[in-house]
């Protein structure tokens, strides 16, 4: 059974991406910073040994900038649809038309994510349907399916603090196993950015080795 990760990026373009890390920093620099978390993302991979890594990028006209981050080892697809629910639908069916699998998605909000949870979310999915992974506003970080089924991305309440609990009784509704991992955080917010700089100045003394290095040296950490 293969394993499929699919990473959600948008095109780090000032005044586009962590628009609410201003006036804390300035627009271009949070641009800078979304940059290096895309990078982050994509070097976890290096330690998961997925058959395929895909980058479902927005918006549609921006595959050549993601290729200049990301390189040429992994998979671009534009993302497709009206929300995330139908984009996070669109990229499931891409994965699973390409043959039966574990199929996980993330974002790129989540720098310090280890990557222990990604191997726990393919690992677990070998046993249930479907795999969450909370973020502490009430969203989450991660889903991952082993089989088609996204009618739970239906009806969400999308960038909203309901979107875990929501998906989680969509889950639930479906009456199949499923696996919650433990919660996680995004960087969206001053004090979000705050902790991050706290966060990774603690992993570097611990000599954790999931330290984001991009985003360690542009918070010159």
Aim: net charge negative; charged share 25%; glycine share 6%.
């Amino acid at each position: 059974m293969c394993t499929s990760l699919i990473i959600f990026a948008k095109d780090p373009v000032p005044g586009k991406v962590k628009t609410r890390l201003a006036p804390y920093v300035t627009l271009t620099d949070a641009a800078e910073l979304y940059k290096a978390f895309i990078a982050d993302t994509i070097s976890k991979t290096d330690r998961l040994e997925c058959e395929q890594v895909t980058i479902a990028y927005t918006p549609s006209n921006a595959e050549s900038r993601f290729r200049a981050i990301c390189g040429q080892s992994v998979n671009y697809i534009p993302q497709k649809g009206h929300n995330l629910g139908e984009r996070m639908k669109n990229a499931f069916t891409h994965s699973f038309d390409k043959g039966p699998g574990r199929t996980v998605i993330i974002g790129t909000d989540s720098p310090t994510l280890p990557v222990s949870y990604l191997r726990d979310a393919f690992d677990v999915l070998k046993e249930v349907s479907v795999t969450i992974g909370p973020t502490f506003d009430g969203g989450y970080y991660l889903i991952g399916l082993s089989e088609r089924n996204d009618t739970i991305l239906d009806e969400i309440d999308w960038s909203t603090s309901r979107v875990f609990s929501q998906t989680l009784t969509k889950i639930q509704s479906i009456n199949r196993q499923f696996h919650v991992l433990p919660p996680w955080y995004d960087v969206d917010t001053s004090d979000n950015l705050e902790f991050l700089r706290s966060h990774i100045l603690s992993m570097k003394m611990s000599g954790n080795e999931d330290i984001p290095e991009e985003t360690s040296r542009l918070l010159k950490v």
